[in-house]
């Protein structure tokens, strides 16, 4: 049974900054693209960030780039996503997501986890 659970959101003032975690199981997750997304209330679920079965290759949403890094470890199952000068819009549920290959689109990804709230406050 495959679990994908993130952690590290929280409430913070615009500036500041969240790191992000998120530990899959139960599947080869070395072979696996990871991806973050998010969801705004009454807003489509949109592509954040993604990165390669190896981390050697990334790809950022252009409203985060700059400002948030994603990263892996293999070794410990996770992924993880360092959000930076942080600004009230990227107030939303950040989902963590896996899949065969990295993408920026929703339908590619076979595995999903929960979601974490990061509010952003002005």
């Known amino acids: 049974q495959v679990q994908v659970v993130e952690s590290g959101g929280g409430l913070v003032q615009a500036g500041g900054s969240l790191r992000l975690s998120c530990v899959a199981s139960g599947l080869a997750f070395s072979r696996y693209a990871m991806g973050w997304f998010r969801q705004a209330p009454g807003k489509e679920r949109e592509f954040v960030s993604a990165?390669?079965?190896?981390?050697?290759?990334?790809d950022y949403a252009d409203s985060v780039k700059g400002r948030f890094t994603i990263s892996r470890d293999n070794a410990k199952n996770s992924v993880y996503l360092q959000m930076n000068s942080l600004k009230p819009e990227d107030t939303a549920v950040y989902y963590c997501?896996?899949?065969?290959?990295?993408?920026?689109?929703?339908?590619?990804?076979?595995?999903w986890g929960q979601g974490t709230q990061v509010t952003v406050s002005s």
């Open positions: 990165i390669n079965w190896s981390g050697s290759s990334t």
């Open positions: 997501a896996a899949a065969t290959f990295r993408s920026k689109t929703t339908h590619d990804y076979d595995y």
